[in-house]
């Protein structure tokens, strides 16, 4: 009886519920964001150097990472509700630290703390709407979180912007203060708490392997287009990473209790899902990268500027993700989720034609369609990630979802971002030998990126820095063309292995037995 009450009441509360896990993940995703806008601030004030300010950012994503599947499967075991509510006490006072840091070592520091609040707390909001909502309103709720993720990515260049054009840098990480402060309260109160009613031995080793080669590979990743690809630590990482990999998946299939069930992977459904949300990271987060420089260094607009414009983007895709549920229920998840791959490749059609001086109301109407098929990949590929697996293990389920998305996201932007960067130098330095009088240190210079070269023609005479600037901004919109191209192409591929892989409608969900993981 009583827990019939108490199961009425957390489905009377669910929405409440979705509030204030809807807070938990804004301030997770801006945080991720916003930093960015304070750089050349933090590098200012604080003394960083070009490394330590890459350290700023990529130790909270490699923390972040490398947690993931660790945190995901403790919220199953311990309740996902203690796992959040501790994840974001320790993001909020990680917050309050960074923001008292005076030198840059200081600051990474406590970035790699506020890694570990996040790593707590992503994971365990989807497993708990997973657990809060039941099946016929899942995907809406999903939905929802999908596109606050959106929303969030938007918002941080904005917030940051305005923070430091009107505060310090500090508030940067004081504002997550108060937003903490009221998602700890009211989740104490609105949170139902959950966790796997036949929890397992905590897979120690495999705990420790997962870490590793995840925090191997997105440190290879990030620095392999910092380093080059056949510098050795790049190499070493990798290759750890690889072997780190190799040794989890073997100990996970012999272990008794593994933390990750392989055997999660031989439903269609569960595969098909991970698959679509590596996909739609990988063609989108290098693009992203690449959008960002175009709106700054060929556009001219300013940090705040791009931020702002890049809103039809956020908005998007919380319409696309938020209403993919009720498409979903009547075409079924495979068609949704290629409608969006295929929507997604005919917007990139039309990017690679941009040109240096495009109209905004032309990109940001792109923009919006750009978001609104994203929200048709992500929200229906995360519902069916989530749908696939038993609800006792879904902390583990939304880990898998983050990691895959992240990493994906990783090698995008480190293999795209690489292309472009090649492509940009390559164009540059032939189209440069029509412009006569420029210094060969300034040639040099300016054909290490668009933004280097921007920044160079400020201090050059007018005539010299039209021509500096005209030949930049062309060999970057050259080299995005081809970016484009490749991008659009990942999403044809995408949509044809989610055709041939993805089963329309939820199969039933079997119980898992000892160390077989999923049946479906």
């Given at each position: 009886?009583?827990?019939a009450?108490?199961?009425?009441?957390?489905?009377?509360?669910?929405?409440?519920?979705?509030?204030?896990?809807?807070?938990?993940?804004l301030?997770?995703?801006?945080?991720?964001?916003?930093?960015?806008?304070?750089?050349?601030?933090?590098?200012r004030?604080?003394?960083?150097?070009?490394?330590?300010?890459?350290w700023?950012?990529?130790?909270y994503?490699?923390?972040?990472?490398?947690?993931?599947?660790?945190?995901?499967?403790?919220?199953?075991?311990?309740?996902?509700?203690?796992?959040?509510?501790?994840?974001?006490l320790?993001?909020?006072?990680?917050?309050?630290?960074?923001s008292?840091?005076?030198?840059?070592?200081?600051?990474?520091?406590?970035?790699?703390?506020?890694?570990?609040?996040?790593?707590?707390?992503?994971?365990?909001?989807?497993?708990?709407?997973?657990?809060?909502?039941?099946?016929?309103?899942?995907?809406?709720?999903?939905?929802?979180?999908?596109?606050?993720?959106g929303?969030?990515?938007?918002?941080?260049?904005?917030i940051?912007?305005?923070?430091?054009?009107?505060?310090?840098?500090?508030?940067?990480?004081?504002?997550?203060?108060?937003?903490?402060?009221?998602?700890?309260?009211?989740?104490?109160?609105?949170?139902?708490?959950?966790h796997?009613?036949?929890?397992?031995?905590?897979?120690?080793?495999?705990?420790?392997?997962?870490?590793?080669?995840?925090?191997?590979?997105?440190?290879?990743?990030?620095k392999?287009?910092?380093?080059?690809?056949?510098?050795?630590?790049?190499l070493?990482?990798?290759?750890?990473?690889?072997?780190?990999?190799?040794?989890?998946?073997?100990?996970?299939?012999?272990?008794?209790?593994?933390?990750?069930?392989?055997?999660?992977?031989?439903?269609?459904r569960?595969?098909?899902?991970?698959?679509?949300?590596?996909?739609?990271?990988?063609?989108?987060?290098?693009?992203?990268f690449?959008l960002?420089?175009?709106?700054?260094?060929?556009?001219?607009?300013?940090?705040?500027?791009?931020?702002?414009?890049?809103?039809?983007?956020?908005?998007?895709?919380?319409?696309?993700?938020?209403?993919?549920?009720k498409?979903?229920?009547?075409?079924?998840?495979?068609k949704?989720?290629?409608?969006?791959?295929?929507?997604?490749?005919?917007?990139?059609?039309?990017?690679?034609f941009?040109?240096?001086?495009?109209?905004?109301?032309?990109?940001?109407?792109?923009?919006?369609l750009?978001?609104?098929?994203?929200?048709?990949?992500?929200?229906?590929?995360?519902?069916?990630?989530?749908?696939?697996?038993?609800?006792?293990?879904?902390?583990?389920?939304s880990?898998?979802?983050?990691?895959?998305?992240?990493?994906?996201?990783?090698?995008?932007?480190?293999?795209?971002g690489s292309?472009?960067?090649?492509?940009y130098?390559?164009?540059?330095?032939?189209?440069?030998?029509?412009?006569?009088?420029?210094?060969?240190?300034?040639?040099?210079?300016?054909?290490?990126?668009?933004?280097?070269?921007?920044?160079?023609?400020?201090?050059?005479?007018?005539?010299?820095s039209?021509?500096?600037?005209q030949?930049?901004?062309?060999?970057?919109m050259?080299a995005?063309?081809?970016?484009?191209?490749?991008?659009?192409?990942?999403?044809?591929?995408?949509?044809?292995?989610?055709v041939k892989?993805?089963?329309?409608?939820?199969?039933?969900?079997?119980?898992?037995?000892?160390?077989?993981?999923?049946?479906?």
């Amino acid at each position: 009886m009583v827990a019939a009450v108490n199961q009425s009441k957390e489905y009377r509360m669910r929405w409440w519920t979705l509030l204030v896990i809807a807070i938990s993940v804004l301030v997770v995703v801006l945080d991720s964001t916003i930093v960015n806008i304070a750089l050349p601030t933090l590098q200012r004030e604080l003394g960083a150097t070009f490394s330590d300010l890459q350290w700023m950012i990529n130790i909270y994503i490699m923390i972040f990472a490398a947690l993931m599947l660790t945190t995901g499967s403790l919220g199953d075991r311990v309740g996902r509700k203690k796992m959040l509510q501790l994840g974001i006490l320790i993001f909020g006072v990680s917050s309050f630290f960074a923001s008292l840091a005076d030198t840059p070592s200081g600051l990474i520091l406590w970035r790699a703390f506020m890694g570990v609040g996040g790593a707590m707390m992503l994971p365990a909001t989807l497993a708990i709407i997973t657990n809060t909502f039941p099946r016929e309103e899942r995907g809406k709720a999903i939905g929802v979180w999908a596109g606050l993720n959106g929303i969030g990515i938007a918002l941080g260049p904005i917030i940051g912007g305005l923070i430091i054009a009107n505060l310090n840098w500090n508030w940067i990480f004081l504002v997550n203060i108060p937003i903490t402060v009221i998602a700890l309260i009211a989740g104490w109160f609105l949170i139902p708490e959950s966790h796997d009613p036949n929890p397992k031995k905590l897979d120690i080793p495999g705990t420790i392997l997962s870490s590793i080669a995840l925090a191997l590979l997105v440190f290879g990743l990030i620095k392999g287009s910092d380093w080059g690809w056949t510098d050795i630590g790049v190499l070493s990482s990798l290759a750890g990473a690889i072997i780190a990999g190799f040794v989890f998946i073997i100990w996970e299939r012999k272990t008794e209790n593994p933390m990750l069930e392989i055997g999660f992977f031989k439903s269609a459904r569960f595969s098909a899902g991970v698959f679509s949300v590596s996909v739609m990271a990988l063609a989108m987060i290098g693009i992203t990268f690449g959008l960002t420089l175009y709106m700054q260094f060929v556009n001219g607009y300013s940090a705040l500027e791009t931020g702002v414009r890049f809103v039809p983007l956020a908005l998007g895709i919380f319409i696309g993700a938020g209403s993919s549920d009720k498409i979903v229920e009547k075409v079924g998840t495979t068609k949704v989720i290629t409608v969006g791959y295929l929507g997604t490749a005919i917007a990139l059609l039309i990017a690679s034609f941009w040109e240096v001086n495009t109209a905004y109301w032309q990109l940001g109407t792109l923009f919006f369609l750009f978001g609104f098929f994203l929200g048709y990949i992500a929200a229906p590929a995360t519902t069916a990630v989530m749908g696939a697996l038993p609800e006792a293990r879904a902390g583990i389920g939304s880990a898998m979802n983050t990691v895959s998305r992240m990493v994906a996201g990783s090698i995008g932007v480190a293999s795209l971002g690489s292309i472009l960067s090649s492509l940009y130098t390559s164009n540059f330095n032939y189209g440069i030998t029509a412009v006569a009088g420029l210094p060969a240190e300034v040639i040099e210079a300016s054909s290490e990126s668009v933004g280097a070269a921007v920044t160079i023609a400020e201090g050059l005479p007018p005539v010299a820095s039209e021509a500096l600037l005209q030949v930049a901004r062309n060999s970057f919109m050259d080299a995005w063309q081809v970016m484009a191209f490749i991008s659009l192409s990942i999403c044809f591929v995408g949509a044809l292995i989610v055709v041939k892989m993805m089963p329309a409608k939820h199969g039933p969900v079997a119980e898992l037995a000892p160390n077989t993981g999923a049946r479906r």
